[in-house]
Structures are given as structure tokens and as C-alpha cells.
């Protein structure tokens, strides 16, 4: 089993070694994706989990009684090709090369899969031929 998840923690849980047991409790594997801390210390988390169905299960049943907020990833980048002319101002500030020109055909290029939402796309296209769909 293998989801991107949204996790979001109060400032009594930042603290805490959550992503620890996570992996060590119940044998998942984790991958960071994004996270942020804001100054009051609540936190988000953008990552994704891994491991068998039963596992995965048993961690989420961790994590919900911990007080932790889950949710599934459910937001994602679209790419408008009509609005989109190639500049490749995007593939500058992606963070995980998501967006990539290919030097064969001079056109952005993007992969969803490797796709954080972190929305860095969205704020600097000067065309706004990327969009944040729900």
C-alpha cells in the first residue's frame, strides 16, 4: 500500500518523535515530501507512506490517536497546455523537478507523480497556465 498524505500536528506534537515509530513501530516507510513549522510550532507534513495494508492501517490508527490530523493528498497540479508557451519559468522554481524542459523538443515537461502541491509553480507562471485543482 502506498499513499501521499497531509499530516497536520499541533504544537504539543511537534515535539515528539512521530516519523520514528512510524517506521520503527510498524515497519513503514516514509518519505518527506514538504514540511513546515510555523512560529505558534504547529506543523504540516506532506509525505508518503508505504508498507503492507495491515501496517499502513495500524499506523494510521497510531497517528489519529495521537491527536494528528490525516488526510489524504487530495489536491494536484494541472498543467493548461493552451495556456502554457514554453517559457519555462516553472521548471526554475520547482522544488523536485516536477517540471523539466526536454532539451529534444524545447517543452516543458511535467510529472505529476514526482509533484509535491507545494503550489511554487503556480505562483510564478507569468501565463498562470498552471492551476491547483481540489
Not at 11 to 27: F, G, M, N, S
Not at 84 to 105: F, H, N, S, W
Amino acid at each position: 500500500m502506498n499513499k501521499k498524505l497531509v499530516l497536520r500536528f499541533t504544537a504539543a506534537l511537534t515535539e515528539q518523535p512521530i516519523i520514528y515509530r512510524l517506521v520503527k513501530d510498524y515497519d513503514l516507510m516514509v518519505n518527506i515530501l514538504k514540511a513546515d513549522i510555523n512560529p505558534r510550532k504547529e506543523g504540516s507534513l506532506i509525505m508518503e507512506m508505504s508498507g503492507t495494508a495491515e501496517n499502513f492501517e495500524r499506523g494510521l490508527a497510531f497517528l489519529e490517536g495521537l491527536g494528528v490530523g490525516v488526510e489524504p493528498l487530495s489536491q494536484t497540479i494541472v498543467k493548461n497546455e493552451t495556456l502554457c508557451t514554453q517559457c519555462g519559468a516553472c521548471t526554475v522554481i520547482c522544488p523536485v523537478g516536477a517540471l523539466e524542459i526536454d532539451r529534444k523538443t524545447m517543452k516543458v515537461e511535467f510529472d505529476n507523480l514526482k509533484c509535491i502541491v507545494c503550489g511554487l509553480c503556480v505562483q510564478y507562471c507569468p501565463f498562470k497556465a498552471m492551476e491547483v485543482k481540489f
